[in-house]
Every structure is written in C-alpha cells, then in structure tokens.
C-alpha cells in the first residue's frame, strides 16, 4: 500500500466499480456467516436500481486501484454499504472512509446495519446496538446508531 492513499466522492461513472468490490469482499468474509438466502438478497440489491437510488459513495484509492467504499443514504444518513478490500484490513481506511463521510453528514446520527463480522469495527469507531440481531431474508445483521451527541457523552 502506498503512503499516497486518496479517500473521495466517487464519480457516477465509477459505481459500477464500487459494487463490484462490495460483492467480492461480501463474498469472501460476510457470506459464509448467511444461510445461501441472504447471498441471494445481497446480490438482488447489487443490482436493483430502484434499491440502489440515492445512495451516495465514497471511495478509498491505493493510486488508481479502488480498494475501499463506504455507501450511504443520503436522505436517510444509513450506511448500506461499507467494505474494504481484505488485503487491506485492518490498515484504517475504513475509519479514513468513515471520517470523510462525516465530514459531509457533520451533526446527523448515522445509522446502519451491522453483519456479524463488523461488529466489532463499528463498535470501535463509535457506532452502539439499537436492538439485537436480527435475520431478514436471509441477511443477519444489528441495527446500530452513530451519534455525535453520545460521542460527547
């Protein structure tokens, strides 16, 4: 990995590659944790524009190689998705993604729903549990709040 790591707004242009990331690191370390059901309602919403509408993306570059993205409902401030290539775990640039989100939803709780394999890095940049888990479709997942006004606390 390079010193010069580059974490921006994507281009509408460059989409298509953001979502290809988000099923091959989904495929590799959240998948084997979903009964077959929830792979097949992950990749559904990959490909539903309808789903797929409104959500802003941000990406983390190691020079021209996308090798991170954070996608979120702008209406809504809720992550809908949030990955980071595994050669690259556990290096920052998902709390480098985190950070320059917030930079444009400074002030709003942001929400999103965890899989259990990242529970414990949204715990550690701050998000908590708002219920349990829970299985929808297949997919398991905690619903957990970012809040600013608790980050204070």
């Known amino acids: 990995m390079s010193d010069l790591m580059i974490v921006r707004l994507l281009q509408k242009e460059e ?15 959240e998948s084997p944790d979903y009964a077959p059901e929830g792979t097949a309602e992950f990749k559904k919403a990959l490909n539903d524009e309808k789903y797929l509408a409104g959500i802003r993306y941000y990406g983390a570059f190691d020079e021209d190689r996308l090798v991170g993205i954070l996608g979120i409902r702008e209406d809504k401030a809720h992550i809908c998705f ?18 320059r989100m917030r930079e444009d939803f400074t002030g709003r709780n942001v929400t ?20 349990r888990e829970q299985t929808i479709n297949g997919i398991r997942f905690t619903p957990m709040v970012f809040s600013e006004k608790r980050r204070l606390m």
Not at 82 to 99: A, D, P
Not at 112 to 131: E, Q
């Open 15 to 29: 989409t298509e590659a953001a979502l290809r990331l988000a099923w091959q690191v989904f495929t590799e370390y």
């Open 82 to 99: 949030f990955f980071v290539n595994g050669t690259y775990h556990r290096r920052g640039i998902g709390t480098r993604l985190f950070e």
């Open 112 to 131: 999103l729903n965890s899989s259990p394999y990242g529970l414990p890095f949204y715990k550690a940049l701050g998000f908590t549990p708002t219920d």
